[in-house]
C-alpha cells in the first residue's frame, strides 16, 4: 500500500488461466497490465481465447488459476463492498447488439436497469438516460423505442452508453464492431475514441483481425490457442512484428501506404487453429509456422524480450540479449 495509485497499473492480469472441463486450456497463463485512459489491443483469431479472457476480468466466469488485480485490489478476494466498486468501474460491451440488449425493454429501461441496481434516484436516472444518449449520439427523445427499432449500429451506441451509465474506468470491447456494417464500423470506432478522450476511459480492445486496432490501439497483444506469443507497443507491433503469427496477421491488413505495398508479402497460414484441448507440443504455433523445426516441437518457447522493444515468444526472434 505504500505505491501511489498512479504506479499501479489500472489492470493486472497475471497468468490468468480458465480451463473448460479437465481439457480446454480456453485460456493459458496470460499476464498483461494496463495503465488509466490506455487502450491494449488483444487480437487473434476466432476460439483463441479472448472472450474467455475478458469474461474472467469481469467476473463473469471464473479463474481456474491465476489473479486478476483492479487498481492493485485483487478481484478474486476483494470483500463485497469493494467488489462492487470494482464492477463499477469494469463494464463490458459485447460483440453482437442484436442479442445483448433485451428486446422486451426501452431503451430507458435498458439504461436505467445499471442505475437502479446502484440505487440512483429516479429524477437522476431520468437526467442520466438523457445525458448517456446524447453522449452516444442518439436522441434523447427516442429513450421510450425498442431495440427493434434502431440500426446495428445504434443499437451498439446504446450497448456503449450503457456501459458508460456509472462512470468506469475500463471497459473492455468484445469485438465492438465486427458485427456492423463496414460503414458503420469507423463510425462507431470514433466514437469510441472520442468517450475516451473526454472521460479518460481505459479499453481492452478484442478484435480477430488487426486491421480494427491498427489505429486505435497504443499497445497491442496477440493471442494464439490460448496464449499471448507477442505484445508491445503499437508502432513495434505493426512496424517490426517478430513472431511469424504476427507476421502473419499484420499481411492480412491492406496496405494504403504506396510506398510501403511492395515490402509485404501476404502470408497466408496452412491448417486450422489446431483444438484447445489437445494442442501441439513444444510452440503451439509450430503446425502452422514455415520457420518451425527440431526445437520448436521440443521447447516451448517463453514470451520474453526481444531485441526490438516487444515481448514474443518465438524462438527465432532475436532476443534482446543477443
Ligand atoms: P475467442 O473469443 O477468441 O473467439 P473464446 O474465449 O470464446 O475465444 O473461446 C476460447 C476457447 O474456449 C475455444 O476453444 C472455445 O471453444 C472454448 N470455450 C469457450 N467458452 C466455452 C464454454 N462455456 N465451454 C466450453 N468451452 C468453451
Ligand atoms: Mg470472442
Redesign the pocket.
Known sequence: MTRSSSETPLLTVDRLTKR??SD?R??DAVSFTLQRGETLGLV??????????GRCIIGLERLTAGTVAFEGHDVGSARRAELKLIRRNLQYVFQDPYSSLNPLMTIQATLEEPLLLAGVRRRERRDRVAELMQLVGLAPEHANRFPHEFSGGQRQRIGIARALALNPKLIIL?EPVSALDVSIQAQVINLLEDLQDRLGLAYLF?A?DLSVVSHTCDRVAV?YL?RIVEIGTRDEIFDHPTHPYTQALLSAIPIHDPDKRGQRRRIVLSGDLPN?ANPPSGCRFRTRCWKASEICAATEPILEPKASGQQAACHFAPSKAD
Open positions: 473448460y472441463g480446454v480456453a485460456v487473434g483469431e476466432s476460439g483463441c481465447g479472448k472472450s474467455t479472457t468484445d478484442v480477430h493471442m490460448g484447445a
